[in-house]
């Protein structure tokens, strides 16, 4: 597609609920990125798929998240028990691989509110 | 590992004003350094980039930005903003040659007035 599509937009959760979000990458784009956005805290970086390669899952903050992304393209971040601190802005992002940054294209984010 | 802290959280100005925010990085290697910016209801864009060459880069809308490596800085900078670039700017690094990870600053929100 002409960019990244995620969706959804907004999604109201209640506590202790399971929640999937879900990124379509550009066309092509070899690597994709998760990040959350919370008020006052910047980027923070959650996981990195590259190609075929086993993911980077460092900046997950617990096991109550993971993700995949199904047959190199689309990838759902999913988060399990969810708690209001999981309330943030999650962001995905793709890229050609090895492009050292400068192909990133963001999406315009999922909001997600725990209420 | 790699840190990006950015000094400012909030800045105000008037248009016609200069802009600088000020980006700090933490890494013992070769950098490649980002400002990227999110308007209101927009996602982020990229501003400008440094890869190497000339620490001095210019980028989209009249931004520059100077990379220092004596300082570890990647400041941004405007001559005289326009009220149109009210929005949260963040400063970023990939590490290395091959690195694709970005790690961004906390960002700084700029507001300028009419």
């Known amino acids: 597609g002409a960019g990244v599509s995620q969706s959804p937009s907004n999604k109201v959760t209640e506590k202790g609920k399971d929640v999937e979000l879900r990124c379509d990458p550009i066309?092509?784009?070899?690597?994709l990125y998760w990040y959350r956005q919370s008020l006052g805290q910047g980027l923070e970086f959650l996981i990195y798929?590259?190609?075929?390669?086993?993911?980077?899952k460092s900046g997950l903050p617990s096991d109550r998240f993971s993700a995949e992304r199904t047959g190199g393209s689309v990838s759902t971040l999913t988060i399990q028990r969810t708690q209001q601190e999981d309330s943030a802005v999650y962001l995905c992002a793709s890229s050609f691989t090895g492009d050292r940054g400068f192909g990133y294209t963001f999406g315009s984010g999922t909001r997600l509110t725990v209420v | 590992a790699q840190s990006v802290s950015q000094h400012n959280h909030h800045v105000i100005l008037s248009e016609a004003a200069s802009l600088e925010l000020g980006c700090n990085y933490s890494?013992?290697?070769?950098?490649?350094l980002f400002w990227y910016v999110q308007y209101p209801g927009q996602h982020l864009q990229l501003l400008l980039k440094?890869?190497?060459?000339?620490?001095l880069v210019k980028g989209i809308k009249g931004f520059e930005a100077e990379f220092i490596k004596s300082k570890f800085s990647f400041n941004l900078r405007k001559p005289s903003v326009q009220w149109s670039d009210t929005a949260e700017y963040f400063c970023?690094?990939?590490?290395?040659?091959?690195?694709?990870?970005?790690?961004f600053g906390g960002g700084t929100r700029v507001l300028v007035k009419p």
């Open positions: 066309s092509g784009h070899t690597a």
């Open positions: 890494y013992g290697g070769t950098v490649n």
């Open positions: 798929f590259q190609g075929n390669s086993a993911p980077d």
């Open positions: 440094y890869f190497s060459g000339d620490p």
């Open positions: 970023a690094l990939t590490p290395g040659t091959a690195g694709n990870k970005l790690t």
